[in-house]
């Protein structure tokens, strides 16, 4: 059973790590599987660098809960942690998610530690590379465990194209299944975004989905198939379509509608804009299979939405209505 994780003041977190073996505690490995900081007490004068020093150190999610602005904290302080909660109606939920999968919340919150300073390029090169080294984790395997033998869906046609004038429309042609986001269709998505980057006389491309949503996210059918997690790196890396997106997105406009899952909000968020309807909801379910966000989401969704709000949204594993995503700025306008 899991131990329950003690809540520590500012002072506590510099006290508890006064000694080379104080991180050891807050490593899943040995320990607590997250560190949460008491916010509504404050930290001695002068210890700010060392208290971020500390939380940046950590090799597991630090949550700080907290009564602010009563009490005011540095600004070096708030900043170093991965999740600042003043509504605290999340934190079992967060907690779950955290202890349940220990490995996958570590992953994510020190791949949103190192993108918040690097590039998109670098940024997705450690995203792939952290996602095919969840892909050979216990936490990923006893996921695969509950579902049956994966298949692959080779569908003929998954994008339907049409070019009017000078607007190349791209709809996502798997209603059926809820438009998931299939190989096949990654593989259609890519060529269909190489045509657009060689086509100067088209102005922009338009991407919607077919039928009851936009995309549900990976298709999960497809999971698992890939057994050797380091092909499946160099294959993301020679289809990049986030990569494409972002080099593309003042000619892109995702038009989405319903359901928005995984890779069905990360890749829109690379596009200059986003529009949904009313009605959409998203969410970052990844952290429930043992995963992280892996179609680019940890780069598109971090330089929208910020390191701190997308840490907590993808360990919540919530979902969010579309007004909350177009105050957060993770889409552009609802229509």
Not at 131 to 147: C, I, K, T
Request: proline content about 6%; overall charge negative.
């Amino acid at each position: 059973m899991t131990s329950p994780v003690p809540i520590l003041s500012p002072d506590e977190l510099l006290d508890a790590f006064a000694t080379p073996w104080g991180l050891d505690a807050y490593s899943h490995a040995v320990g607590h599987a997250c560190l949460l900081l008491d916010l509504s007490r404050p930290l001695a004068a002068g210890r700010e660098e060392d208290a971020v020093r500390a939380l940046m150190g950590l090799p597991c999610p630090t949550l700080g809960l907290g009564a602010l602005p009563q009490v005011p904290q540095p600004h070096g302080l708030l900043a170093a942690l991965d999740v600042v909660l003043i509504n605290q109606d999340e934190l079992p939920g967060m907690l779950r998610n955290i202890q349940a999968h220990p490995l996958a919340a570590a992953t994510l919150v020190q791949l949103l530690r190192h993108n918040s300073r690097a590039s998109i390029e670098d940024g997705l090169l450690a995203e792939s590379l952290a996602y095919a080294m969840l892909q050979g984790s216990q936490e990923f395997r006893h996921f695969l465990a509950g579902r049956g033998t994966p298949i692959r869906n080779d569908d003929e046609y998954p994008l339907l194209i049409t070019r009017l004038g000078n607007i190349l429309d791209i709809t996502l042609n798997r209603p059926e299944k809820r438009n998931a986001y299939s190989a096949a269709m990654r593989d259609a998505l890519y060529e269909a975004l190489s045509f657009l980057a060689a086509d100067s006389s088209l102005e922009r491309a338009e991407v919607r989905g077919e039928g009851g949503c936009f995309c549900i996210g990976g298709d999960l059918e497809e999971f698992g198939l890939s057994t050797d997690t380091a092909q499946a790196h160099l294959i993301r890396m020679s289809r990049p379509v986030g990569l494409m997106i972002s080099q593309l997105a003042d000619r892109i406009e995702f038009h989405v509608h319903r359901a928005c899952i995984g890779s069905g909000i990360e890749l829109p968020a690379f596009a200059k804009r986003v529009t949904a309807t009313a009605d959409t909801f998203f969410q970052l379910p990844e952290i429930t299979m043992g995963l992280i966000p892996g179609a680019g989401g940890t780069v598109s969704i971090l330089r929208r939405i910020g390191r701190q709000r997308m840490a907590q949204w993808a360990l919540s594993a919530r979902r969010i209505k579309a007004a909350t995503a177009l105050e957060w700025g993770l889409i552009d306008a609802v229509v």
